[in-house]
C-alpha cells in the first residue's frame, strides 16, 4: 500500500497554474516533514517546499512568490498551489513524508505526478 499519492499534474500553457494534492494513507499530521520535491529529465532531484510539523511552509527560491505550499490536516493532504508556471518547471513532482522516532525512520515518497509547461 503506497503511503503517498500525488495527483494533478498535466500540460499546462506558460503563465497558467495547477494545484497538485498528495494524499497521505494514514495521519499526515504524525510526520516531521512533508515536503514537495521536483526532477526534471537529466537534473537531480531538487527540493521545492516543506512544512514541518507545526511549522509555516518554506519555499526554494526558484519557486518563491509563485507556489505555495498548504497542508490540511483533517484530510490528510498536502497541496503545492503553482502560478505564473514556466517552462523550467516543467519536471515530475514528488511528495515526500518523513518521520523519526526512538527507534525507526520513516521516509515515504509518492510515484509522482508529471508536470508540463509549454505552448
Known amino acids: 500500500q503506497r503511503q503517498l499519492v500525488e495527483s494533478g499534474g498535466g500540460l499546462v500553457q506558460p503563465g497558467g497554474s495547477l494545484t497538485l494534492s498528495c494524499k497521505a494513507s494514514?495521519?499526515?499530521?504524525?510526520?516531521?516533514?512533508v515536503s514537495w520535491h521536483r526532477q526534471a529529465p537529466g537534473k537531480q532531484r531538487e527540493l521545492v517546499a516543506v512544512i514541518l510539523r507545526d511549522g509555516n511552509p518554506e519555499h526554494s527560491l526558484a519557486v518563491k512568490g509563485r507556489f505555495a505550499m498548504s497542508k490540511d490536516n483533517a484530510r490528510d493532504t498536502v497541496y503545492l498551489q503553482m502560478n505564473s508556471l514556466k517552462p523550467e518547471d516543467s519536471a515530475v513532482y514528488y511528495c515526500?513524508?518523513?518521520?523519526?522516532?526512538?527507534?525507526?525512520?520513516?521516509?515515504?515518497w509518492g510515484p509522482g505526478t508529471q508536470v508540463t509547461v509549454s505552448s
Open positions: 494514514g495521519t499526515i499530521a504524525r510526520y516531521d516533514a
Open positions: 515526500r513524508a518523513e518521520r523519526e522516532t526512538a527507534s525507526s525512520r520513516y521516509d515515504y
